[in-house]
């Protein structure tokens, strides 16, 4: 009798590690691992991830790459509206696990799995993201989660493996890192408690440069497409370059707090430099060249977008109205934005673009006009609070005061 098989979506971390020996020897799977790139990892660490999978003793591997697809589908919306989670958070780990799930569930489908497992723990928001992709794209299948499950800690993990003879660099292992295109978030005993952030050596990219330098991004219709004069044939690739320039000044680092989607608070360390000056070099081009409404409606439409998404939501088809809204926005975003670099911190100087509406043609703010005279102003004051001083005398008059 052949055994059943089960897909195993793996990082080749602590939990997917212990998820390969658990699924294999204790529950008597062929275990077929895949693990989805979406960015976070080189041809290096994909090859010492195959090994690792392998060395585990897995039936099989493969290694997706959805880094373009993964913008392609979500990124670019993330980049469209501005988008950071609580003001602050750049959804690094939320938007990158719905084309990990997307993958695993095709991946499921195309080998006939008879289950599927991943790593997911009982306290956060990555087991609903998983679970409602997979129930949706392959309904009916059976879902392991073995660390939710069985309830582990990470130093019980630990011991099952040592137990294995399993040889990892356990010391790396007590922080959880999830890297990818869009940031790296980064978990620890620090982030367990309200009060703390984490040590210096717990960041992946360490901060080596000091001094400054200016970067000029270059958007056409809201995508990055160059950094300072090198063009690129994909945004993300131009993201990856630019998060190389960035990385070691130690740029967009961050505690983010926030709320899951089982109903408790959860703080995360991440650092995101890229993402994070994509971002503020967008809105700033955009605040110059979208409408005072255009600006209004999208921050709207792209915080619920942004919401939704964290939560899991990807396949509402809610989510592709509100990507035609903000691609359909995009139009004018066209130009240059340059942003400069401290150690720690950046700073936005300024944007050049044909679509500037602060053409100097109309006037200057705070000096003068040339589109209208003070009598103007005067009768337009009058008209556009009119309704008001209706309501306010209405009001004196049946008051009585």
């Given at each position: 009798?052949?055994?059943?098989?089960?897909?195993?979506?793996?990082?080749g971390g602590l939990d997917t590690s212990y998820c390969v020996k658990y699924l294999g020897e204790e529950k008597g799977f062929e275990v077929h691992t895949i693990t989805v790139n979406t960015g976070g990892f080189n041809e290096q660490e994909v090859l010492e991830i195959e090994t690792r999978a392998r060395n585990l003793g897995v039936a099989s591997h493969k290694t997706v790459d959805e880094t373009r697809n993964y913008y392609d589908k979500v990124i670019r919306y993330l980049v469209y509206g501005n988008i950071l989670k609580n003001n602050t958070y750049p959804l690094s780990v939320s938007a990158e696990r719905m084309s990990q799930a997307l993958a695993v569930a095709n991946y499921a489908r195309?080998?006939?799995?008879?289950?599927?497992?991943?790593?997911?723990?009982?306290?956060?928001?990555?087991?609903?993201?998983?679970?409602?992709?997979?129930?949706?794209?392959?309904?009916?299948?059976?879902?392991?989660?073995?660390?939710?499950?069985?309830?582990?800690?990470?130093?019980?993990?630990?011991?099952?493996?040592?137990?294995?003879?399993?040889?990892?660099?356990?010391?790396?292992?007590?922080?959880?890192?999830?890297?990818?295109?869009w940031g790296t978030s980064v978990g620890g005993?620090?982030?367990?408690?309200?009060?703390?952030?984490?040590?210096?050596?717990?960041?992946?990219?360490?901060?080596?440069?000091?001094?400054?330098?200016?970067?000029?991004?270059?958007?056409?219709?809201?995508?990055?497409?160059?950094v300072n004069d090198k063009a690129f044939a994909h945004p993300a690739d131009a993201i990856q370059y630019l998060q190389g320039i960035a990385g070691p000044y130690g740029i967009g680092r961050d505690i983010h707090v926030g709320d899951t989607i089982i109903g408790i608070k959860g703080r995360v360390g991440f650092e995101a430099a890229a993402p994070m000056l994509v971002l503020k070099g967008h809105h700033a081009l955009e605040k110059h060249v979208l409408t005072k409404?255009?600006?209004?409606?999208?921050?709207?439409?792209?915080?619920?977008?942004?919401?939704?998404?964290?939560?899991?939501?990807?396949?509402?088809?809610?989510?592709?109205?509100?990507?035609?809204?903000?691609?359909?926005?995009?139009?004018?975003?066209?130009?240059?934005?340059?942003?400069?670099?401290?150690?720690?911190?950046?700073?936005?100087?300024?944007?050049?673009?044909?679509?500037?509406?602060?053409?100097?043609?109309?006037?200057?703010?705070?000096?003068?006009?040339?589109?209208?005279?003070?009598?103007?102003?005067?009768?337009?004051?009058?008209?556009?609070?009119?309704?008001?001083?209706?309501?306010?005398?209405?009001?004196?008059?049946?008051?009585?005061?």
């Open positions: 009798m052949s055994k059943k098989k089960v897909v195993l979506a793996f990082s195309e080998l006939k799995a008879d289950a599927v497992a991943h790593g997911s723990t009982g306290a956060g928001n990555d087991q609903v993201r998983f679970d409602m992709i997979l129930n949706i794209l392959v309904p009916g299948i059976e879902i392991i989660t073995p660390i939710r499950e069985l309830k582990l800690s990470r130093e019980e993990e630990i011991s099952y493996l040592q137990s294995k003879g399993v040889q990892m660099n356990f010391t790396k292992a007590m922080y959880s890192v999830n890297k990818g295109i005993k620090e982030t367990l408690k309200s009060l703390g952030t984490l040590p210096e050596e717990a960041w992946p990219t360490q901060v080596t440069k000091t001094g400054t330098e200016t970067v000029t991004l270059a958007f056409e219709k809201g995508e990055l497409k160059k409404w255009q600006l209004s409606w999208k921050d709207q439409l792209a915080q619920f977008y942004g919401n939704w998404l964290h939560e899991g939501q990807y396949l509402d088809p809610i989510m592709r109205d509100i990507e035609a809204f903000l691609t359909n926005s995009q139009q004018h975003v066209t130009g240059t934005v340059q942003i400069q670099l401290h150690p720690y911190r950046f700073q936005a100087l300024g944007i050049e673009s044909a679509y500037d509406l602060m053409s100097s043609k109309f006037g200057k703010y705070g000096e003068m006009n040339l589109g209208w005279t003070g009598d103007d102003v005067i009768g337009f004051t009058k008209i556009f609070g009119n309704q008001t001083a209706i309501y306010h005398q209405v009001k004196a008059d049946v008051d009585g005061h």
